[in-house]
């Protein structure tokens, strides 16, 4: 049997006009749960989990993260126990995203936004190793290293050798960073961040990961935060209900949406040469538009 095609061709008509063929790689059609890039972050890390003497895994996020909810689901699929350190006061009742991690078996901790701002402190760390004897722990967002690798397989879901540019979401730089290393040296691989602050390539942590020649590849597409990390202001939301009518692909008010936004905007701008041809990586998430109210998005 053929395996699935995770490739949609998009037809928007600034694409016509200029040249330009545009797909979308569809990795949120990947796992109902583990969705999107958060299988192939997570998959070195539990990789190494599992073939250690670690019983469990200790990782971070916030009230509505993706990644806790992916983290517990993937860690029982191991038969690993899983620990979610979440970012603020317990609340009265928990979202709907940490119901979910609870139901796959991830025990949650709460710990001030003070306290979670040490996350990546070594003294922090050992101390939460104390506290958690024989556990392993993983990054926010499924970081580091290992994770970079596991996002290098990325691009076997398709055949990427044609493509001129690869498009994705940056938040932590993980999958950015992983594309890059796998990426071909005429290609160019394009994240647009969603955090406020990241300017330039050199605001990345990405000197220990890339050779200079994987460096050249790198570039970004700027000013597209829309305010923030999770800020989504009407702007986007109307945007992301477009998107979903013309094409039938829904986003995200964290990554996704605003990727698209940040593509399309760009090639009414002119960034991208006629006769590109245009690789657009969907990374999941679409759990995260739970945080907003009902009938806000027509997905």
């Known amino acids: 049997m ?32 583990v969705s999107g890039n958060k299988a ?52 009265f009742a928990l979202a709907a995203t940490l119901q979910e991690a609870a139901a796959y078996g991830m025990h949650l901790e709460f710990i001030s936004r003070q306290q979670y701002a040490q996350k990546d402190d070594p003294h922090f ?26 996002s290098e397989a990325i691009l076997c879901k398709t055949d990427a050798a044609s493509y001129t540019h690869i498009c994705c979401a940056l938040g932590t730089g993980t999958t950015w960073l992983g594309l890059i290393r796998t990426a071909g040296p005429k290609q160019k691989v394009i994240a647009v961040p969603v955090l406020k602050g990241i300017d330039s390539v ?12 994987q460096t050249e590849r790198a570039g970004l597409l ?23 009518d013309e094409t039938g692909i829904p986003t995200d008010i964290v990554y996704t949406g605003k990727l698209f936004y940040a593509v399309r905007d760009s090639l009414i701008r002119g960034f991208f040469p006629a006769r590109s041809r245009l690789l657009i990586i969907h990374s999941g998430g679409l759990q995260g538009n739970r945080s907003l109210r009902p009938g806000r998005l027509n997905f």
């Not at 392993?136 to 994770?147: D, F, M, Q, R, W």
């Open 2 to 33: 053929k395996p699935p095609s995770f490739i949609e061709p998009l037809n928007w008509p600034e694409l016509t006009l200029q040249n330009i063929t545009a797909d979308t790689l569809r990795l949120d059609k990947m796992h109902p749960i």
């Open 40 to 91: 192939f972050k997570l998959s070195e890390h539990l990789r190494l989990a599992a073939a250690s003497p670690h019983t469990s895994v200790i990782t971070f996020g916030g009230a509505w993260s993706n990644h806790l909810v992916a983290t517990a689901y993937a860690a029982k699929q191991t038969g690993l126990k899983a620990i979610g350190i979440v970012r603020g006061e317990q609340p």
């Open 125 to 150: 760390l050992q101390a939460l190793a104390d506290r958690h004897p024989g556990a392993y722990i993983i990054p926010e967002g499924g970081g580091g290293l290992p994770g970079i690798r596991g």
């Open 202 to 213: 050199s605001a990345v942590d990405h000197q220990k990961w890339l050779t200079p020649e």
């Open 222 to 244: 700027t000013g597209y935060h829309f305010g923030g990390y999770a800020r989504h202001p009407q702007a986007l939301l109307d945007f992301m209900n477009r998107l979903y």
